[in-house]
């Protein structure tokens, strides 16, 4: 482990230096300033938390995880709060995501305003299908008493985008649930890849069919021999007709 500009940053090399790029899973972690996005990442990857953060710039994370029984590297990129969604693609720190976590505060109304837009401008960017996976979580529900939105206003806010995942836990109270979410969302981003992967090498093995219109070699040779074998005009086409009655 290292430190780096108040941020813990979590390396570990050797075996997946060994993998292809295509096998890593890419993801993004969205949201307003001070909702945990940090704290919630950390919680995921360590198991423990740290209330001190910087909240400056964004970082990235890398580490092998476990996701389906299988060891995976695995990339987040942990964004600022700061920066809009706008100015995050413009800098290609969102480029090759193969999915995005959204995050808001149970107990910061405007945080959750501010998650309500950027799953909109997702549904923007990839469409009704939701290709790309996502998933909205409450942080900070342990903090009852300081609630400003409740759960149901969460998991309608979820729909609104195709096969949204909706939890909401406590980075500061127990990794359980935190695990438990960011399971469920990177096994979604396992199987996207993999549909994406079937299909890429499905369209490189189904032979293309050429289509009839064109100038291939015997459409040539036919079409040579009509031009040189058609009537001239249609007095020909006459007299062949009298002369086959």
């Not at 009852?144 to 149901?152: E, G, T």
């Amino acid at each position: 482990m290292t430190t780096k500009g108040g941020r813990l940053a979590i390396r570990k090399f050797g075996l997946a230096n060994l993998w292809s790029k295509d096998s890593q899973c890419n993801f993004a972690v969205l949201g307003a300033e001070e909702v945990g996005k940090t704290a919630l990442v950390v919680r995921f990857l360590t198991k423990k938390f740290l209330s001190e953060y910087s909240h400056c710039t964004s970082f990235c994370y890398e580490r092998n995880v476990s996701v389906n029984d299988k060891i995976l590297p695995v990339r987040i990129t942990d964004t600022s709060g700061k920066d809009s969604y706008t100015s995050l693609k413009s800098k290609g720190l969102l480029e090759g995501a193969d999915g995005y976590l959204i995050v808001y505060s149970v107990t910061d109304k405007r945080s959750f305003v501010k998650a309500r837009e950027l799953l909109k401008l997702l549904k923007e960017d990839f469409g009704e299908e939701g290709q790309t996976p996502v998933a909205l979580i409450g942080n900070k529900d342990d903090l009852v008493h300081y609630r400003a939105v409740c759960s149901a206003e969460g998991q309608r806010v979820a729909l609104f985008y195709p096969g949204c995942l909706f939890y909401e836990c406590s980075a500061a109270r127990e990794a359980q649930n935190v695990e438990t979410a960011f399971q469920k969302f990177l096994g979604q981003v396992v199987t996207s890849k993999e549909q994406r992967r079937r299909l890429s090498a499905f369209s490189v093995l189904t032979p293309k069919i050429q289509n009839p219109r064109r100038n291939s070699a015997g459409n040539s040779t036919l079409s040579s021999w009509w031009k040189k074998n058609r009537p001239n005009s249609e007095r020909e086409v006459r007299q062949d007709r009298t002369l086959t009655m």
